[in-house]
């Protein structure tokens, strides 16, 4: 079973990250590649359209850990009830060849958690903390408009696969719908008003000099130009107005704790020259 190779997984981590969150989302992700492994070496479930923060470290290398896997797909190959084949498979596909036990739960049509039970026995849950680990699969009903696609081969912790999923500036221009649109409040009295992970994606797409699908950005937005989005994000991004509101959500997708610190303090200053 899977839960020896995830000891020594987890046991190497610690040895670097006190973070217990962070130690979390590491050990989420190698789940996240048994599932995209799983799915997308059946015949049934190719066609599944990989998308969000963690299709963009998986198959791209987003620099930050991602929570969720998230996938569009078509009525006409899966019907209406994507989440409730996969609950079934899914559980089937685990129980039989990785882990021993595992929880589902389907919540609101729209979402599939899969709960491990093992945070304790690898170390990394105290007593009165819960012992499982969920990892969240959430998925839509059909695919972006005017959408481009690519098929990435990924081999990684031993698991090889092929991911179908939007190419980069259609995936930049749903980023782009998230960081205008997406509401988000965490913190004392709702202080932390931005998701810190759209911003930190959207300078990522930046800085790579990545151009949005402008059709799908129209139809979802509005904006239809190059000059436009500027000027739209420009006033957005004034929302980052303490270093605070990007850090509390940075912190547990990315290792380096410092690199958060100061990128966040300074971070209207890295994007500005973009804009």
């Known amino acids: 079973m899977l839960e020896k190779i995830l000891k020594e997984f987890i046991y190497q981590k610690k040895q670097e990250i006190r973070n217990q969150a962070l130690l979390r989302n590491y050990l989420k992700e190698y789940i996240q590649y048994l599932v995209l492994n799983i799915l997308y070496n059946d015949k049934k479930y190719k066609e599944l359209v990989f998308k969000g923060g963690s299709c963009l470290r998986v198959c791209y290398g987003l620099p930050r850990l991602s929570e969720d ?3 569009d797909y078509e009525e006409k190959i899966y019907g209406k009830n994507l989440l409730i084949d996969l609950e079934s498979f899914l559980k089937k596909e685990i129980e039989t060849k990785y882990f021993s036990k595992l929880e589902t739960k389907i919540q609101s049509n729209i979402r599939l958690y899969l709960k491990f ?18 990892v969240k699969i959430e998925s839509t009903l059909g695919l972006e408009p005017y959408s481009n696609f690519d098929l990435i081969p990924i081999s990684k912790y031993g698991f090889n696969f092929i991911v179908k999923t939007y190419d980069l500036p259609t995936l930049m221009a749903g980023k782009i719908n998230a960081v205008l649109y997406r509401i988000w409040f965490k913190g004392k009295e709702n202080e932390i008003d931005i998701k810190g992970r759209d911003f930190f994606d959207l300078f ?7 151009k949005p699908n402008y059709k799908m ?6 904006i239809k130009n190059e000059e436009e989005l500027k000027k739209v994000l420009k006033e957005r991004i004034k929302k980052v107005n303490t270093p605070k509101k990007l850090a509390y959500d940075l912190n547990n997708f990315i290792e380096n704790q410092e690199y958060v610190k100061t990128f966040s303090k300074n971070y209207l200053q890295l994007i500005e020259k973009y804009l």
Do not use: H, M, V
Not at 117 to 134: F, M, R, T
Not at 204 to 210: D, R, S
Not at 217 to 222: A, D, S, Y
């Open 69 to 71: 896997l998230d996938f």
């Open 117 to 134: 039970p093992i945070l304790k026995n690898l170390g990394i849950a105290d007593k009165n903390e819960s012992d499982k680990l969920y």
């Open 204 to 210: 990522w797409f930046l800085q790579k000099g990545t």
């Open 217 to 222: 950005l129209k139809k979802r937005t509005g």
